[in-house]
């Protein structure tokens, strides 16, 4: 069993508060970036079972040696490791650095943009029909155009077939008894409105007592012409 094996094996089995600060200091050193109390706790405690208050315990410890930083803000302690124990980076190495986030922030940023478009395209085909669904809806058209087709063949191949011109004879006389049905009707109703001038009693008595019953009692109405 490795060295680091080892002290995970203690911080587990023992809680001991070395072998837990041992293995925060060495996260840190390996983030390299502040860390609250919660933050390595939740990093931590699946892997090596540390408990909150060991966490806790292990982080003061280290800053009481020297070993880490501590920064207060507000109610929120970070803790961070000493940047002196870190070797300076010179200008050149800093440029690399720069051109190195620069060029990762551009690839991030094209991802993100394909992320998206893959996204949208992934929602659009969830909201399509699946190929079998397309297969049995073209099936299915298919008998319709079929059943259509024999009806078409049926209609034509029929011997009662209606002439152009007696369905222009046809459609004449709608138009001439519809005109008639329309005069009649202007007729009778000024009739009516003449009688009922003299009437006393309401339009709908007189209709009563006569017998008369009019095309909106029978929910008629005139066709246009």
């Not at 094996?9 to 070395?18: D, L, M, V």
């Not at 922030?105 to 699946?130: A, I, P, W, Y």
């Not at 109703?189 to 001038?197: F, H, Q, S």
């Not at 309401?202 to 066709?223: A, M, N, Y």
Request: hydrophobic content about 30%; aromatic content about 6%; charged content about 30%.
């Amino acid at each position: 069993m490795s060295a680091g094996g080892k002290v995970r094996e203690g911080a587990a089995k023992g809680g001991s508060s070395a072998a837990a600060a041992a293995i925060l200091l060495r996260y840190l050193q390996e983030q390299n970036r502040p860390h609250s109390a919660q933050d390595a706790f939740g990093n931590l405690q699946r892997e090596h079972g540390l408990g909150k208050t060991a966490v806790v315990k292990a982080l003061e410890q280290l800053t009481q040696q020297g070993k880490i930083k501590e920064k207060v803000y507000g109610k929120q302690k970070i803790y961070f490791p000493d940047q002196d124990n870190f070797p300076s980076a010179s200008d050149s190495e800093l440029k690399v650095l720069d051109n190195e986030i620069s060029d990762l922030s551009c690839k991030v940023q094209t991802l993100q943009q394909n992320c998206c478009l893959m996204e949208s395209e992934l929602k659009e085909l969830k909201g399509s029909m699946t190929t079998p669904e397309m297969v049995k809806e073209i099936e299915e058209l298919k008998k319709d155009c079929a059943n259509y087709t024999e009806k078409l063949e049926r209609i034509k191949s029929a011997a009662n077939h209606v002439t152009p011109e007696e369905k222009e004879k046809v459609y004449n006389e709608k138009k001439l008894y519809c005109r008639e049905w329309r005069r009649r009707k202007r007729m009778a109703t000024e009739l009516l409105d003449a009688i009922l001038e003299g009437y006393p009693k309401s339009k709908k008595q007189f209709f009563e007592e006569v017998g008369i019953e009019t095309d909106e009692d029978f929910h008629v109405t005139l066709p246009p012409i």
